[in-house]
């Protein structure tokens, strides 16, 4: 059985400081990892994944996650966050069937 | 823009009506999946059809059910409406390269 764990529904930060949003896999097969973001009122972008390769991954818009298979981690990272940062992140899995299994979400808060 | 649009955006059901949930996928894309996203909880896969056939489903009843058509559209239909079937329902399509999924910005479905 696979799961996706996010440690953390809410994180408040303040702008222009650094964030880190934790999500931890349980898979007995390879895993392929993914994070989201979801607007107000909107569906889900896709941000990073991880398929094979770098285990250190990185977005557009300044945010990384790395791969790390010994703590079962992929973690979300951004060193100084923005207003607009502010959404839903959810933290997303892939095996076997090709079909998402996500974590329960963890909300992002940036306080001006 | 992702290419994914689904409709209606809102809708609202009496307990015990049934629905139909429409998604227009991108040209090409065999794969669509549909998923349900109750509030405050991550996206919950429902099922999935490749080229017009059911490949997966997650843990929904048969009342769940679903159809491709061949010019890339697709349909949820949910039968004898429950209270908690009130959440977000969002379709995602896919090509045939396996880790992409594009979504659309969802129907919000209120059952009353």
């Known amino acids: 059985a696979q799961s996706v764990t996010q440690l953390d529904s809410q994180v408040p930060v303040f702008e222009e400081a650094p964030v880190e949003l934790r999500c931890n896999y349980s898979?007995?097969?390879?895993?392929?990892l993914f994070w989201y973001v979801q607007y107000p009122n909107q569906g889900l972008q896709l941000l990073l994944k991880y398929l094979s390769g770098s285990t250190l991954v990185e977005s557009i818009n300044g945010f990384e996650a790395e791969f790390n298979k010994s703590q079962t981690s992929f973690h979300l990272r951004k060193p100084s966050v923005h207003i607009s940062d502010t959404a839903e992140y959810f933290c997303?899995?892939?095996?076997?069937?090709?079909?998402?299994?996500f974590g329960t979400g963890t909300r992002l808060t940036v306080i001006p | 823009e992702t290419g994914v649009t689904q409709s209606p955006t809102h809708l609202i059901k009496t307990r015990g009506q049934q629905v139909t949930l429409r998604c227009s996928s991108q040209?090409?894309?065999?794969?669509v999946s549909w998923y349900q996203q109750a509030l405050g909880q991550g996206p919950q896969f429902i099922f999935q059809y490749y080229r017009e056939e059911e490949n997966g489903r997650g843990n929904f009843p048969p009342r769940f059910s679903g159809l491709q058509f061949p010019n890339y559209s697709s349909e949820l239909n949910v039968n004898a409406l429950e209270l908690d079937d009130s959440a977000l329902y969002l379709c995602?399509?896919?090509?045939?390269?396996?880790?992409?999924?594009?979504f659309g910005q969802g129907t919000r479905l209120t059952v009353v």
């Open positions: 997303a899995a892939i095996t076997g069937a090709n079909n998402l299994f």
């Open positions: 040209s090409g894309h065999n794969t």
């Open positions: 898979s007995s097969v390879s895993v392929y």
């Open positions: 995602a399509s896919s090509p045939d390269e396996w880790g992409k999924a594009f």
